[in-house]
């Protein structure tokens, strides 16, 4: 069993640098992990992309459901204690997994452990660095105690994810903010002051690709809950 699953939900992955994500993975320096790549029904070639890696799962949704369900998905089908979401067009630093592991293991009631990153643009040249812990004194802060916990710099005991159900799938913009505020409410939260994951800014990123209305109707319900 290992001890890590790496989770990467994956739509039209193949131009979207699903790749360079998985390869990220597959290089680090500690490897106790599994990755699965959930398909979230993909109308590309990201099928066989991802099928040239003989180390990866792979599974397809048969409706596209959005990267809560993708990664609620790959949640279910994990094997290992801990989780790490990666977006498809995010990148981790090599010893991501080694440098975060030992920490969320050394604390038991902590339920995430999550670090600084950088912001880089489309060719992955960093523009500018991303500190963790936020004090903006915002009403979304205070309620998860400061912590930005960025999905792809977080390192999550199962655990605890499954206790308080996972992302919320009816939200398509704010589901880690959420996430964040329900595992607050119950858990310790960790912050490892170090860059260790890279987030890309482009024109086609996931969630600028989310239609208005119904980006709209996702920050209704963030704020209804």
């Given amino acids: 069993m290992p001890?890590?699953?790496?989770?990467?939900?994956?739509?039209?992955?193949?131009s979207r640098y699903l790749e360079q994500a998985i390869c990220t993975v597959l290089a680090q320096t500690f490897q106790d992990h599994?990755?699965?790549?959930?398909?979230?029904?993909s109308?590309?070639?990201?099928a066989r992309l991802v099928l040239r890696?003989?180390?990866?799962?792979?599974?397809?949704?048969?409706?596209?459901?959005?990267?809560?369900?993708?990664r609620n998905d790959g949640a279910r089908l994990a094997?290992?204690?801990?989780?790490?979401?990666?977006?498809?067009?995010?990148?981790?630093?090599?010893?991501?997994?080694e440098e975060t592991v030992p920490v969320l293991q050394a604390d038991p009631d902590a339920a995430v452990v999550h670090c600084d990153g950088y912001q880089v643009t489309e060719r992955n040249e960093i523009m500018e660095y991303d500190g963790a812990m936020k004090h903006t004194?915002?009403?979304?802060?205070?309620?998860?105690?400061?912590?930005?916990?960025?999905?792809?710099?977080?390192?999550?005991?199962?655990?605890?994810?499954?206790?308080?159900?996972?992302?919320?799938?009816?939200?398509?913009?704010?589901?880690?903010i959420d996430l964040a505020?329900?595992?607050?409410?119950?858990?310790?939260?960790?912050?490892?002051?170090?860059?260790?994951?890279?987030?890309?800014?482009?024109?086609?990123?996931v969630s600028r690709d989310i239609p208005s209305e119904r980006a709209l109707l996702g920050r209704q319900r963030f704020l209804e809950k």
């Fill in 3 to 14: 001890l890590v699953s790496a989770i990467i939900p994956a739509y039209n992955g193949a």
């Fill in 34 to 41: 599994e990755l699965i790549v959930v398909d979230d029904a």
């Fill in 43 to 46: 109308t590309d070639d990201t």
């Fill in 53 to 70: 890696f003989p180390r990866v799962r792979y599974w397809r949704r048969a409706d596209n459901g959005g990267q809560s369900a993708a």
């Fill in 79 to 97: 094997q290992g204690t801990y989780l790490a979401f990666l977006d498809q067009d995010d990148l981790w630093e090599p010893s991501l997994l």
């Fill in 137 to 176: 004194g915002s009403t979304t802060q205070i309620l998860r105690g400061g912590h930005d916990i960025a999905t792809s710099g977080s390192l999550f005991r199962k655990a605890c994810f499954d206790a308080v159900g996972g992302y919320d799938e009816q939200l398509p913009i704010w589901e880690d």
């Fill in 181 to 205: 505020i329900r595992l607050y409410q119950r858990f310790r939260l960790l912050h490892l002051p170090k860059p260790l994951y890279r987030h890309r800014l482009y024109t086609r990123n």
